[in-house]
């Protein structure tokens, strides 16, 4: 992103094409020339930046540049909101070509999991997006929303039944979180988190601290 780390403020947009083009670079010399490189520019809203104005048409600026450096896959507009404005003026021309696209590049709509889309009465869908000519939406923090939601529920509904049943109401969360048709990764935190992994590094270098050769072997229903 165009932004100084841990300031809304902008860096020169030379500096930023010079940093795309170091990104391509690098994944071409380590033999992927697949990796997306995702320019993302902050010119519509940020606090500082070596240029006075800002908004849309400072945001399509640098996004031209970035897209004209021929480095980035794609270009990330950010959008403080979810107004419609922004959007649309930033969008691929109806005739082919684009204010905001290179001909290798495809123009995505950031749709942020922060963004109360619930009290927008008209949001813009999906499918208003592709008319607009936007060819990838990704939902940023949609992830860490939906794992602080599920985790607060969880949390509550286990508080109230080891209230209740004691022991057995975190059995029970047990039972569902291993039963044969579940498919839920943490469940071997053991498994998710990599330990088998380490442990083969630390045989090659004489440091494990796991594994039948280390510990006795445990019984299937007892391994973590």
């Known amino acids: 992103m165009d932004l100084y780390s841990g300031l809304e403020a902008l860096v020169p947009a030379t500096e930023m094409v010079g940093k795309l083009r170091m ?16 320019a993302r520019t902050d010119g519509l809203s940020a606090m500082d930046a070596p240029q006075a104005e800002r908004g849309t048409d400072l945001a399509i600026d640098r996004g031209l540049r970035y897209l004209d450096s021929g480095a980035p896959d794609l270009l990330w507009c950010e959008f403080p909101t979810a107004d419609r404005e922004p959007v649309e003026r930033s969008r691929p021309r109806s005739d082919g070509a684009s204010r905001t696209r290179a001909s290798r590049s495809t123009t995505p709509a950031r749709s ?3 963004t109360k889309r619930f009290n927008d009465p008209e949001p813009l869908t999906f499918e208003e997006l592709g008319a607009m000519g936007v060819g990838f939406v ?10 602080g939601h599920g985790l607060s ?3 509550m509904a286990m508080a109230m039944a080891m209230a209740e ?4 109401g975190y059995i029970e969360l047990q039972r569902k979180e291993w039963a ?24 090659a270098y004489d440091a494990a601290r796991l594994g039948t050769d280390v510990v006795e072997k445990l019984s299937d229903e007892k391994v973590v």
């Open 138 to 147: 990704f939902i940023t923090l949609g992830g860490q929303h939906a794992n």
């Open 165 to 168: 049943r004691q022991e057995q």
């Open 23 to 38: 990104m391509r670079a690098v994944a071409d010399d380590l033999g992927n020339p697949e990796f997306v490189v995702i």
């Open 112 to 114: 942020s999991g922060s």
């Open 153 to 155: 529920k969880l949390l």
């Open 180 to 203: 044969a048709d579940a498919d839920v990764p943490t469940r071997s935190h053991h498994q998710f988190s990599g330990v088998p992994y380490h442990h083969l590094v630390g045989t």
